[in-house]
């Protein structure tokens, strides 16, 4: 299962969606960060710590060859990216067969709406069939419906369906995102933070230190938005429908690293090549 998770506009939450919902779903897939600019306008970074760099023509063409050498990759791309992106699609015909699947998650804010019915509206010209494009409602108020907060998009989806709706693939709004930002490893695995057994209640009767006390408060705080947001991700995941068309994991569990899932950026790709393949290709 390879999948891509787009959209033109920032601030969707695609980062959330591939890391926390899809990567840990997906046996051994990989994670593949195509991003120049984060949020905060400096260099993202994956969580091995290696930066990733601007998406290029070598460089698309890099991914495309490395997606047919591994089986299961959520291909996280950021929106500074997305158009170069599709752009070089079109340009090497039927590059957008080697995905399943196009995930494209939205939030209620109008601007992002609009930028989302203009992605779907890219991969419609591209060629990809509305079945596999499937829309991700994010940061969804508790108290508002679906329907309510994204009455725009689902009107012009029903003049045009360019992409399968299913409304319970939808993530609420949520604190432990915030809190687990910047983190890595068992302190941003979203299923080791809902499973810890510590009793912090008992630590907090023990402790006379205040300043103890606020940081195992904090702890058991974090451990009850994840034991929420767990069984939603696990929800929204089958919502998706990805479930029977995942292929067989690229390794076995015995070959992989202790890790959840190995991240990687189109950069390390590049770098791994031989050196008589690093000559600069013809830009499209």
């Known amino acids: 299962m390879k999948i891509a998770v787009i959209n033109f506009s ?11 919902l899809l990567l840990p779903r997906i046996p051994g897939a990989e994670l593949i960060a195509v991003e120049s600019v984060n949020a905060d306008g400096g ?17 698309f063409a890099a991914l495309q060859e490395y997606l047919q050498t591994i089986d299961s990759a959520v291909v996280d791309i950021g929106a500074s990216n997305v158009e170069e992106l599709l752009s ?16 494209v998650p939205t939030v209620p804010v109008p601007k992002q709406q ?7 509206i890219e991969l419609s010209r591209l060629g990809v069939p509305p079945k596999r494009v499937k829309l991700l409602f994010n940061m969804v108020e508790a108290t508002v419906s679906v329907e309510d907060a994204f009455y725009l998009l689902l009107a012009f989806l029903a003049e045009r369906p360019l992409a399968a709706v299913n409304t319970a693939c939808r993530i609420r709004a949520n604190e432990i995102y915030a809190r687990i930002r910047g983190l890595s490893g068992d302190q941003a695995d979203l299923a080791r933070l809902a499973s810890d057994d510590t009793d912090y209640k008992g630590l907090i009767r023990k402790s006379s230190d205040i300043a103890q006390k606020l940081s195992l408060a904090e702890k058991l705080a974090t451990h009850r938005l994840a034991s929420w947001v767990v069984p939603e991700h696990d929800a929204c995941f089958e919502a998706l429908g990805l479930v029977e068309a995942q292929a067989p994991p690229y390794a076995s569990s015995d070959e992989r690293s202790s890790d959840t899932a190995r991240v990687s950026t189109l950069a390390d790709f590049v770098r791994a090549e031989p050196a008589s393949e690093q000559a600069p290709r013809a830009a499209p």
Not at 93 to 102: I, M, T, V
Not at 114 to 120: E, K, S, V, Y
């Open 10 to 20: 920032g601030n969707v939450g695609k980062t959330t969606v591939a890391r926390h």
């Open 43 to 59: 260099p993202s970074a994956g969580q091995n710590g290696s930066a990733a760099h601007a998406l290029r023509g070598r460089q």
């Open 88 to 103: 070089l699609m079109q340009i090497y015909q039927g590059s957008h067969e080697d995905f399943d699947c196009f995930i």
């Open 114 to 120: 609009q930028d989302t019915i203009a992605t779907l």
